[in-house]
């Protein structure tokens, strides 16, 4: 079973849809939670942690269900330059030195 | 936030070449650096951990004799791909930690190398 599991996608969505990725993780003692974007060819770049109270930030929610091992972001009013790959990236306990490990991302492909 | 830098961001190379390629943190000091391999359609592996001043920690699998990691200083690492081979062809991706930062997870990401072996 993989550390960290994504739906692939992609998915096709169109401009102002609500949109909803989920992500597993199979190690329950796992620290922090983040979702990262990635640009084609482009390096990732951290989108927002994830908390068991939930955060949001505009038109990005994050979840975090700890006794689920599951975690969700939702886009809300999707827009064209929201395109990208959504990776979900956990973090081990903490005597792994503070590795990320990565999800496979989520396409994400908006519309006109 | 913090920047990375890395150098050169493309490469191409001939088979049996070694490609080094230089991960630096520009406006903070990293203690520790993280390098990263990406294959087309799919997401970061971290192949190993860069201690400054200290042997670099290797994931699992991968072979620390063909990729040298050296971390001399607080604000570069390099890795090394020796004897390189069309199946080394990949996006080399480094990240640091910044020991200053309020959050011990977070990692700044450099630009990205892509490297293509012929």
């Known amino acids: 079973r993989k550390e960290v599991e994504q739906d692939p996608g992609p998915f096709n969505v169109p401009e102002g849809a609500t949109v909803a990725f989920n992500c597993t993780y199979s190690?329950?003692?796992?620290?922090?939670f983040f979702w990262y974007r990635q640009d084609c060819r482009k390096e990732p770049k951290l989108l927002m942690s994830?908390?068991?109270s939930g955060n949001e930030d505009g038109r990005f929610t994050a979840q975090l269900n700890r006794a689920s091992q599951y975690i969700s972001l939702l886009i809300r009013d999707s827009k064209l330059s929201d395109s990208a790959t959504y990776l979900c990236?956990?973090?081990?306990?903490?005597?792994?030195?503070?590795?990320?490990?990565f999800g496979q991302g989520t396409e994400l492909s908006v519309k006109p | 936030g913090a920047v990375v830098s890395q150098h050169p961001s493309r490469v191409i190379c001939k088979s049996g070449t070694s490609v080094k390629i230089e991960c630096r943190s520009l406006?903070?000091?990293?203690?520790?650096m993280f390098w990263y391999r990406q294959f087309p359609k799919k997401s970061l592996m971290l192949m190993a951990t860069?201690?400054?001043?200290?042997?670099?920690?290797?994931e699992q699998g991968v072979e620390k004799d063909k990729f040298l990691i050296n971390h001399a200083s607080l604000t570069l690492s390099t890795l090394t791909v020796t004897s390189a081979h069309p199946e080394d062809s990949s996006f080399y991706i480094c990240?640091?930690?910044?020991?200053?930062?309020?959050?011990?997870?977070?990692?700044?990401f450099g630009p990205g190398t892509r490297l293509t072996v012929l």
């Open positions: 990240s640091a930690r910044d020991p200053t930062s309020g959050n011990y997870n977070e990692q700044f």
């Open positions: 190690n329950s003692a796992s620290q922090s």
């Open positions: 994830v908390y068991s």
């Open positions: 990236v956990v973090t081990p306990p903490w005597s792994q030195g503070g590795k990320l490990i």
């Open positions: 406006d903070f000091q990293a203690t520790t």
């Open positions: 860069s201690n400054e001043g200290s042997k670099a920690t290797y």
